[in-house]
Nanobody
């Protein structure tokens, strides 16, 4: 199982980024997929989860209305479109297999990609 996240970088407040995560070793048809983030010295924070069976999505209150999760099963890729970025969004973002609606439990994740929001 591998999850390779990319697309992070430095962006000004109010800007946008799209993160991508290419997965291998399992099918997005059968496993929930999502994103969590972690900033230095802070606890892990669940960001979003998409269910495999019905594509239902869940978001943390802190990102609701600004972030959108999507997937392309044919490309084995999940995306996180982020807009209206704030300095508080600065963190390392990880895509993870086997998430749930409470955004608290994560089954397996990759190395992540760094997002820094700063002027």
């Amino acid at each position: 199982v591998q999850l390779q996240a990319s697309g992070g970088g430095l962006v000004q407040p109010g800007g946008s980024l799209r993160l991508s995560c290419v997965v291998s070793g399992f099918s997005l048809d059968y496993y929930n997929i999502g994103w969590f983030r972690q900033a230095p010295g802070k606890e892990r924070e669940g960001v979003s989860c998409m269910f495999s069976r019905n594509a239902k999505t869940y978001y943390a209150d802190s990102v609701k209305g600004r972030f959108t999760i999507s997937r392309d099963n044919a490309k084995n890729t999940v995306y996180l479109q982020m807009s209206g970025l704030k300095p508080g969004d600065t963190a390392r973002y990880y895509c993870a297999k086997e998430c749930y609606s409470d955004l608290l439990s994560w089954g397996y994740w990759g190395q992540g990609t760094q997002v820094t929001v700063s002027s």
